[in-house]
């Protein structure tokens, strides 16, 4: 198991920082922490400009782990990546490469979720990348896993099955369970016989709400039963599509401050 971290040293990236060290322990998983810089060439002596600042970043990256989790340093149970390139595609490009099983984000938290949608690397990331991504919110404190495991499900078959795995491990590692959670206008709809790709013994209750606004009725539900984790799947299109780009339903489920894992079925 890998697991790929990339951060920008900023103040919600070192509470990510924290939460992807406990992931990565709980999983027994290699961590690898990777930093992006760049550089404008002015004149002949941009190689050695490179070189210096290549080095502060790797200083400011020693500095960032010592501060959030110097056991990791302690340890030498990590791998460190500093490069000149553009963060988005180097993180996907790197990610390929090196066989990574899980992408751990930080972002400024799910009350910021809409910027994950536009513009951010984040947002890059999640919408080249086929592997599973877990964005990690601000939080006033950070909450591990403990209990519940709540998944958004569209009620469309899952293509990929073989992607829900990464949920599965997640879940085996903290000896949890997953809620199957479904929004439905149809009152007799049955998603038990349409979610493929989730051992039995991984679930542990479907829950389907009558509405019409998915993301309201899924921010109600992940707060009534004080969810650790919530997951959702992404297509090209459909469910995605509306939860995300429209607007004023975004503001629903902004309000949840907890980690959103996304993984990718297309």
Known sequence: MKILFPT????????????A???????????????????QKHSSSFVSFEDKVRQ????????????????????GKIIKIVAHAHPGSYIIGYAEKEGIDLIVMGTKGLSD?????????????MAKTTLPVLAIPMMEQIKHISKKIVMAYDGLKITHEDRLKILVDISNSYSSKITVFHVSESPDENIQKLVNGLPSDSI????????EEPLKEIRIF???????????VRREKNFWQKLFL?????????RASIPLLVITDK
């Open 246 to 254: 429209t607007g004023h339903t975004d503001e629903e489920i902004m």
């Open 8 to 19: 920008d040293f900023s103040e919600h990236a070192a509470m990510a920082l924290k939460y």
């Open 56 to 75: 502060n970043v790797t200083e400011d990256l020693d500095d960032f782990i010592k501060s959030n989790a110097p056991e990791l340093l302690e340890s």
């Open 222 to 232: 992940i707060e009534e039963v004080n969810a650790d984790l919530l997951v959702m």
């Open 113 to 125: 979720i809409a910027n994950i949608f536009i513009g951010s690397v984040t947002r890059e990331v």
């Open 21 to 39: 060290v406990e992931l990565s322990r709980k999983m027994n998983a290699e961590l690898h922490i990777l930093t992006t810089f760049s550089v």
């Open 204 to 211: 542990e209750d479907f829950v389907i709400r009558n509405g």
